[in-house]
Structures are given as C-alpha cells and as structure tokens.
C-alpha cells in the first residue's frame, strides 16, 4: 500500500474525558462496510443511487462499491463537543480517476454539509484525515458521496477521537431547535433556553448549557399558538421548544403546557383526562396508566396517561380512552401510539435518541421505540 496521505483540516471540539457517544472512541458504526442487510448496508443508509457488496484487495474482506453518476451514503452519529477534541479518518479506497468521490461532515446534522473533502485516485491506497469541530453541538452526519462514471469502491472508512492542535476548527452555527448552546448568537432562533425534556446527549448540569428554542418566557407566541414540544426533528437533538397551535396535541401526546392539548390538561408531561381526583366522578381516582403493553392482541396501556379510573372499563361511548380497558365496550379507537424512552413519538428505533455507551447498551445503537398506547381514542 502507499503511504498514507495526512490532510491538515480540523475541527475544534470541548474536551472531555469520556466517550460517552463512542464506541472506545470510534465514532462510526461498521467501518468496514461488512454488516449487510440483504442487499442494504445495516449501519449506513443510501441516500441516493445504488450500492454492492464487492470483493476487495482482501478476498476475504467486503467493500461497497458506489454504483452510478450520483451515489451517497450516509450515516448519522451521537458525537458531541463533550467526546472529544478532534477527529481522525482512515480510509481504504479503490477510485479511478473518472470517479469523483468526496468525505462530507454535517456537524449538528442540520442537512448542511460543513466539510467536503475530495478522495484522490488510489487503488487501495491508505488515506488519513483530521478534523475538528466548534462547540457546542450533538449530533454528526458523515456522507460518503460519489459522482462521475467510474469505479469507486470503499473498503474502509474509520473515524476515532484524537488528540490534535493547529487546525481551524469547523463552525456548524447557527444551530437548530433542540441542539445545545451558550447564548442566543448560537442558535439560528436567536433564543438560548432551557428546554422542557432532556436532549439526548445534553448534560446542562455538568456542562452549565441551554438549549435553542423558538420561545420562552420573553419571546413569546401569537394569537392562537402556545409555547410548548414541536414534533422531533432528529435523534440527536432534543425535542424542540417551539410556539405550537393551542389544543392541537391530543390524549397521550407529549406536552408541557396545558393549553397544548385538546384535552386542556397536561399531566406528567402528557395531554391527559385528569390532574387530580377533582376532575373525575365521585369515587374514581386519577392515576397514569403504567408500562407498554405485553402484545398488540392485548390491552393497550399507555405510559404516564393520567385519566379517571383508567382500565377498570368506566368510560361511555363517546368519552376519551387510552385502552380497551378504559371502555364498557372494550373498544378505544385511536392510533396506536409509540415512544422512545424520553418520550417522543416514534416510528421505529431509528427516530429514538442514541443509547449512552455502557454495561448492557450495544455501542452508538438508537433506544428502543415501545408501544405505550392508544392516542387520541375514544370509546366505541
């Protein structure tokens, strides 16, 4: 192999002494392109064209080739300012010189690339990078671009903390809704707060930040909105503080102020029926359903509902439900509700905040999406 090529780019990141988003201090999952989901790469995702499994230098040893004149992978990392100083990237690549095939960083993961950097022709040449970042951010979004007619296949893309100085630091500001900050001049709002829900990989005790948000106490709302959770807008980030319309969230959607939910009442961060045994019948009690359920065949019960007498089969036709159990009928119809363990929706565990580095957690894994519920139900 020929020697490795050193570019001098950079990035500068707050230091810190743990890893937390890491595995041991690699940043990238499957940087050998070898976990294949069928025809899918397991880790990375296309972003557009076509991708193979090929064979490589190592007969042993798979590579991806990037298939057509506009071809991207992508993959999206909880790397934050507090793992680290600096980035280092080994690559392994076959590219002919009609192949133009480009490394991009997309620090905050906002869909703006901050960094691009052309890989030269090689046949499986070595090449290695430094890049740092400015802080404060969560949240990377590596892509692997190619475009042209030519052959470009990728053997091996590694990406781990380093130590490094003397590099011009990459700047992502101004942040997104969700993404830490120090002062409003971070944040694309022009508003650094506090926020209602932890943000995944945000620490404001240990590292004394705030968080972008569209509003707060002095930036208020218009006519007929709330400053309350806006949907999530990426795993990385926490869920976004931002002026919603009034009464729009409905039975079991997350919440922080009353006047989001139709319902009027938010209980424990969660558009509910009731906040206390005040606002139910003589003789039922207000309590939060607990816990998943064990299949979709069985009841539903939602997590942190709270609602009058929930499951004892109480509520008539027409009134509000969160599970069969809740109706004389044992019928609640409504849209089956799920949630990541900080409580935004989700669809599957890819939209679920990445899982801190530790004893029983798969390394740089998203967390688990569970089903809790039924949203919006009303007893049939």
Known sequence: MNTSRIATIA??????????????????????????????????????????????????????????????????????????????????????????????????????????????????????????????????????????????????????????????????????????????????????????????????????????????????????EVCGLADPTSPVRGIPVACVATAARALGERCHADAECASAICTNGTCSTCRDGSQCAVGEGCSALPGPPADLSGALTGAWISECAPSHHARAHGEPCASNDDCASSACAGVLHSECDDGRACATAADCPFEETGLGTTPLSNGPCTLVGIQGGTCQ
Do not use: M
């Open 11 to 224: 990035f500068a990141i707050a230091a810190a002494t743990q890893l937390g988003a890491t595995d041991c201090g690699n940043v990238l999952r499957d940087p050998g392109f070898d976990l294949w989901c069928g025809s899918a790469l397991c880790a990375w995702t296309v972003e557009r064209g076509q991708i193979q499994r090929v064979a490589t230098w190592n007969a042993g040893d798979p590579g991806v080739e990037l298939v057509g004149d506009d071809v991207a992978i992508q993959q999206l990392t909880p790397l934050a300012d507090s793992d680290g100083n600096c980035l280092e990237f080994d690559l392994v690549a076959d590219i002919d010189p009609s192949a133009d095939v480009e490394l991009g960083i997309d620090l905050a993961a906002d869909g703006t690339l901050e960094y691009q950097e052309r890989l030269p022709s090689a046949s499986w040449q070595a090449l290695s990078y430094q890049v740092a970042l400015t802080p404060p951010f969560a949240g990377v979004r590596f892509e692997l671009a190619k475009t042209g007619s030519g052959r470009a296949v990728l053997a091996n893309i590694g990406a781990k903390v380093v130590t490094c100085s003397g590099l011009t630091p990459l700047d992502p500001r101004p942040l997104p809704l969700g993404e830490p900050c120090i002062d409003g001049h971070d944040c694309a709002s022009g508003i650094c707060g506090a926020t209602y829900t932890e943000a995944p990989r945000i620490d404001t005790n240990l590292f004394d930040l705030g968080v972008c948000v569209g509003c707060d106490a002095t930036h208020a709302c218009g006519a007929g």
